[in-house]
């Protein structure tokens, strides 16, 4: 009734979070825990309601009680079912929407990843909710900013959706740690629902050096490279000399120097490292985009009117085939 209603029309903030609830999605790998997908948690806390986490897979149970532990987690929701296992979105939209019911959320976070970007807007469709993907900021409860025209244009939006479905940008919330809570794990509901969609197979780039998207440093190397063979004699060394990893710019992959999963930029990852040095890359809006959000940036190239100088830290201007194996030598004998 009406009545029953007023008290929550005039309700202060406080009693307003009491009825916040936040769902964020975490991501596991073969039962590891993805300690990226931590970030949701960071975000939902910042909503200041209750926050649980959701997890899915085959032998559940490790990563559960690994998030378990995570600070400010009041519960996490586990189902065990190796159909969930690689995260095919015709299978996982379904049983998200079902847990989403059934928990009575307000907010559903994951990360702006391959994942969460496959998954969330079915979320959102079988939810008839609006999403709001790739923000970099909490405002309230219903405003949110996110970067548009790859990142040149801040946008503070706002939703009236009763469930708001949210991807997030990683490097804008830090992983929430993994320290000594005991949060309730809780099995979630598994509507079991018969697919058109099955797993065939998987083809993973194998690497010893650290993943772009989460790494401290990373050395970027762009067309300056002139071949694929320059590329790996050239940038390899460098970031094994620096313990960093190999990003690219979009010419650099589409001549086919780099695997486009190196590719930095508006259409490739996002990454905000401690250090991001970028060789014989010019420095268009498009790679900008994608690291400008760097702690520190450094730029090799021998025009000295390149676009990158601008917003680069420290720039060395000189030909990469000479600069950069001298720099190599010089980080090893350090
Ligand atoms: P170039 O612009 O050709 O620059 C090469 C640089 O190397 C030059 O500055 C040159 O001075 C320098 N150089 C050459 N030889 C040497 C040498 N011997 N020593 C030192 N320096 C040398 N790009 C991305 O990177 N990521 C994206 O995600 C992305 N998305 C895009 C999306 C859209 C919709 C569009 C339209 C474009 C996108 N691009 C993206 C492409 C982008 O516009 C640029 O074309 C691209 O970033 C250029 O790559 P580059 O800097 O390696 O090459």
Request: charged share 20%; glycine share 8%.
């Amino acid at each position: 009734s009406a009545t029953a209603a007023a008290p929550f029309a005039r309700s202060s903030p406080a009693a307003l979070r009491r009825l916040l609830s936040a769902l964020a999605i975490l991501e596991q790998r073969d039962g590891v825990l993805n300690a990226g997908s931590l970030s949701a948690v960071t975000a939902a806390q910042k909503l200041g309601g209750s926050v649980h986490a959701f997890v899915a897979g085959s032998n559940i149970k490790g990563v559960a009680e690994e998030a378990a532990k995570v600070d400010g987690l009041e519960k996490v929701i586990a189902v065990e079912n190796g159909a969930y296992d690689k995260g095919l979105p015709e299978n996982y939209a379904p049983l998200l929407v079902e847990n989403i019911k059934k928990g009575g959320y307000t907010h559903v976070i994951a990360g702006h990843t391959a994942f969460g970007k496959n998954l969330m807007p079915r979320v959102a469709a079988l939810l008839d909710s609006q999403q709001i993907s790739d923000i970099t900021a909490i405002e309230d409860e219903k405003t949110f900013v996110r970067p548009i025209y790859a990142g040149n244009a801040i946008a503070t939006v706002e939703s009236s959706d009763p469930i708001k479905i949210i991807t997030i940008r990683g490097t804008a919330f830090a992983a929430a740690p993994v320290a000594s809570n005991s949060a309730a794990v809780e099995d979630g509901v598994d509507p079991k629902a018969e697919n058109p969609t099955e797993w065939v197979s998987e083809d993973l780039a194998k690497s010893d050096r650290p993943d772009l998207a989460t790494a401290p440093k990373v050395v970027s190397g762009g067309r300056g490279l002139k071949s694929k063979e320059e590329f790996d004699k050239i940038m390899l060394p460098l970031a094994d000399s620096l313990g960093a990893a190999v990003g690219a710019s979009r010419a650099a992959v589409d001549s086919g120097y780099a695997d486009n999963s190196l590719q930095v930029g508006q259409t490739g990852k996002v990454v905000a490292p401690q250090l991001y040095l970028a060789v014989g890359i010019s420095g268009a809006i498009q790679h900008l985009a994608g690291m400008k959000d760097s702690k520190v940036i450094a730029a090799i190239n021998k025009d000295g009117d390149a676009p990158i100088f601008q917003v680069a830290d420290v720039g060395l201007v000189g030909d990469l085939f000479e600069k950069v194996p001298e720099l190599t030598e010089k980080l090893n004998k350090a």
